[in-house]
């Protein structure tokens, strides 16, 4: 193909580990993995399905803390390399104008994602069942909530780091209020993040004698990222076996002006549970990316993933091979 060109900025000193000489994979794991543990914090249970950004020369982020009454809880941590976390051990509160809204039952599976001047927090919020909180800080010090994007029930919203059509971008997995044994991908757009609408379909489980890791359910993981090939999507599958979900992940290229209309998708999985600490914890078998980090100019990317809904784990790429094998192995 052409040269390919990564949009964002330069991060030359985002983590990284080499691919180790006898690995074939596109990714591969962080030899120290996980690189964050489930009691980081003396009050957290389990620390995973969280958010990583730059933030002033170093990094910033927005946690799933479970604590140890089970509550699913937010927490903001700071960083000078990604790897080593100060989480705070207070919870993330947010301020809000309108104490209904502000008022909520519990929060997960962060997303944060920079638009124009500000960082944009995206997380499952439990108003009258799970649907998509939204806020925004400057600092990570105070957050102001907005309104909820969505009627209950919904999960995983992920949002564009740009205004697509001149409004606001963001991908969700309209759900139940249960584990959802189902989930397909929209697309919704907001003149002013509080209005969401010109919903579009984007993305269905793939049929079990297609790709079987991703036949039960499907859902948006990182921030995308924009490419001279398309929006590049990491997203998650989910197979039932005898045993239970299992939570795999895979890639999947979007049109960059309308991001509804899918132009490659991987039918084999990037990383599936297969560690001990992927398949041994509070929920076995699950990988589930939440946040990526990228440098444009060294093609590299490094992948924030929760592994058995107990710890954090990492894993590297390089965006053109990821790019190279969705393209060539594409079930669309």
């Known amino acids: 193909m052409d040269k390919l060109k990564i949009i964002g900025e330069p991060l030359p000193d985002m983590p990284w580990e080499d691919r180790p000489a006898d690995c074939k994979e596109v990714l591969w794991r962080y ?13 957290s249970n389990s620390v995973f399905n969280s958010a990583v950004v730059p933030f002033k020369g170093g ?16 927490h903001v941590g700071f960083s000078a390399d990604a790897i080593h976390w100060n989480i705070s051990e207070t919870k993330l509160e947010f301020e809000c104008e309108d104490e209904e809204i502000g008022k909520f039952v519990y929060a997960y599976d962060p997303r944060v994602c920079f638009i124009e001047d500000r960082y944009y927090i995206t997380w499952c919020n439990g108003y009258h069942g799970p649907t998509i909180g939204v806020a925004y800080t ?29 409004n606001f971008a963001m991908l969700s997995r309209p759900s139940d209020n249960g584990h959802t044994p189902f989930g397909d991908i929209f697309y919704s757009e907001s003149p002013d993040m509080c209005f969401w609408g ?6 269905a489980p793939a049929p079990f004698e297609v790709s079987a890791w ?105 965006i053109s091979e990821i790019i190279e094998f969705t393209k060539k192995n594409s079930i669309v």
């Open 31 to 43: 030899s120290k993995n996980p690189v964050i543990p489930r009691d980081i914090i003396p009050t």
């Open 59 to 74: 990094y910033a982020g927005v946690f799933r803390c479970d604590d140890t009454n089970r509550r699913m809880r937010l």
């Open 138 to 166: 400057f600092d990570f010090e105070t957050f102001h909530q907005l309104e909820n994007a969505y009627l209950p029930f919904n999960r995983n919203g992920v949002m564009f780091p740009r205004k697509i059509n001149g």
């Open 214 to 318: 991703q036949c039960l359910k499907v859902g948006a993981g990182p921030i995308p990222i924009e490419t001279s090939e398309g929006w590049l999507l990491i997203y998650h599958g989910v197979l039932q076996s005898c045993n239970g979900y299992v939570y795999s992940f895979g890639a999947a290229l979007l049109d960059l002006d309308q991001p509804w209309k899918i132009k490659y998708r991987t039918g084999p999985y990037l990383l599936s549970p297969q560690k001990d600490y992927e398949c041994v914890g509070d929920v076995p078998n699950v990988t589930f990316p939440c946040a990526a980090l990228h440098d444009p100019e060294s093609d590299r990317i490094a992948i924030y993933y929760g592994c058995a809904d107990t710890v954090t784990g990492l894993a590297f790429g390089h």
């Open 198 to 203: 010109k919903h579009r379909h984007v993305m």
